[in-house]
């Protein structure tokens, strides 16, 4: 005679390893979600937003000769050399609630040789560089200098300079070039110009 009322050992085998599997795929639910909303939540919210409007480029050729002395004797010795002046007119915007303060404005452009940074120029030679070289009277704007406080929801705009050895043909070659604002005290906001 058979009894349908007791379930054999093979089913409440079967029945507990189901039952362990559903449990683990809800745990697992669980997690994710927990998981899920502490990136959500605790995420770093951006301090600042930034452009860059607009880049000119001045490329600087200077060949001259420099005198060298071997022994008694004073020569020359012929000298070449390329840089790369970049006029970037650079946009903040303090989206924070706290007063921010710029520390450094740095411009980094990769190249087929490599990665080259340059920070921007300081107040004095800011208006050197304007001096030495005439042509780019027409470039020159306000200066975003190290030290600008920018107020919660203030938008400060203003030229850099960057400098950089080099010819036209490695700009024009470039992979990326950035713009970089650090902070006092805050993570910096990086502006990818293209």
Do not use: C
């Not at 507990?16 to 745990?27: E, N, S, T, Y």
């Not at 450094?104 to 300081?122: C, I, K, R």
């Not at 304007?130 to 780019?136: I, S």
């Amino acid at each position: 005679m058979t009894d349908y009322g007791t379930p054999n050992i093979t089913q409440l085998e079967e029945s507990k390893a189901g039952k362990r599997i559903v449990l683990m795929l809800v745990g697992a639910v669980i997690v994710a979600i927990v998981i899920a909303a502490y990136f959500f939540v605790g995420r770093t919210k951006p301090l600042a937003a930034g452009e860059v409007s607009q880049v000119y480029l001045y490329p600087v050729h200077h060949e001259g000769t420099t005198p060298t002395t071997v022994g008694t004797t004073v020569t020359t010795k012929a000298e070449v050399e390329d840089n790369i002046l970049v006029l970037a007119q650079v946009k903040v915007t303090n989206v924070s609630n706290t007063p921010l303060t710029l520390v450094e404005l740095e411009g980094t452009f990769a190249s087929p040789d490599g990665e080259q940074a340059s920070a921007t120029v300081g107040e004095g030679d800011f208006q050197r560089v304007f001096q030495a070289y005439p042509n780019l009277a027409d470039q020159k704007r306000t200066p975003l200098l190290r030290g600008t406080q920018i107020a919660p929801g203030e938008t400060m705009e203003g030229e850099a300079i960057f400098h950089y050895p080099g010819t036209r043909d490695a700009w024009d070659k470039r992979k990326s070039f950035n713009v970089t604002a650090t902070f006092n005290r805050n993570p910096p906001l990086t502006i990818p110009v293209k």
